[in-house]
């Protein structure tokens, strides 16, 4: 088991090192970072904790989309395999009713 200590570079953020203020205040670089969830659209800077609430909410949002997104392709494969068993029923009744007619039509061409 490893043992993790808290050095100095634990504890450093920087978005508040006062050296990265200009790189920071860059306008590219601050739409990366309100993108990227770091800071928040007024320029504040977002928590650890509620950085990572929005993660998980995005990672929950993009599950559910997929898991959608997979049941409804399900649900159109069962439709779709539901529709080609009607099509095939119907076929062989029309070829059953099909091959009785040209019995009836011997039997009577025989008579």
Same mark, same amino acid.
């Given at each position: ?32 970072? &309100? ?12 928590? $650890?904790? *509620?950085? #990572? !609430?929005?993660?998980a909410k995005k990672e929950h949002r993009k599950n559910v989309k997929d898991?959608?997104?997979?049941? &409804? ?12 068993? $009607?099509? *095939?029923? #119907? !076929? ?13 039509a011997e039997r009577t061409k025989k008579e």
């Amino acid at each position: 088991m490893s043992h993790y200590e808290a050095g100095p570079l634990a504890a450093y953020n920087s978005l508040q090192d006062p050296h990265l203020q200009s790189y920071n205040a860059n306008t590219q670089i601050r739409k990366h970072l &309100i993108k990227s969830g770091l800071v928040s659209k007024h320029g504040d800077i977002i928590s $650890e904790n *509620r950085y #990572r !609430l929005q993660i998980a909410k995005k990672e929950h949002r993009k599950n559910v989309k997929d898991m959608l997104a997979t049941a &409804i392709v399900h649900k159109a494969l069962d439709m779709e395999r539901m529709r080609q068993y $009607e099509i *095939r029923k #119907r !076929l062989d009744e029309l070829y059953k009713i099909d091959v009785v007619q040209r019995v009836k039509a011997e039997r009577t061409k025989k008579e």
